[in-house]
């Protein structure tokens, strides 16, 4: 393969991956903006169990027992004011997701 030819795959190679990487930033964005569709609120095994109830981002898939719905001011005043009762699941981190932790 002649200099020519080896600079012109090159160059086409150099397109498809600016617009490849284009493509990734654009989505990369796309996530960044889309704000969570929700958070769940996952009960204690029973009132004097030691383990707090647990709040969930809607989509996540840890919940060991049935969810409530909850909106992003309840579960923004449960992990901020439900001290030792109520947490944030360690998997979805809802309190990212609410801008409560880094």
């Known amino acids: ?21 284009g493509q990734t930033r654009q989505r990369i964005r796309d996530l960044e903006q889309t704000p969570p569709e929700g958070y769940a609120l996952e009960p204690k095994q029973h009132p004097k169990h030691p383990q707090p109830a647990l709040i969930h981002l ?23 004011k439900g001290g030792d009762d109520i947490a944030g699941c360690e998997f979805c981190a809802p309190g990212k997701a609410l801008g409560l932790e880094s």
């Open 1 to 21: 393969m002649s200099p020519a030819e080896r600079l012109a795959k090159l160059r086409t190679l150099e397109e498809w991956l600016a617009w490849q990487l």
């Open 58 to 80: 809607a989509s996540c898939t840890m919940p060991q027992r049935d969810t409530s719905p909850i909106d992003a001011a309840d579960a923004r005043l449960g992990l901020t």
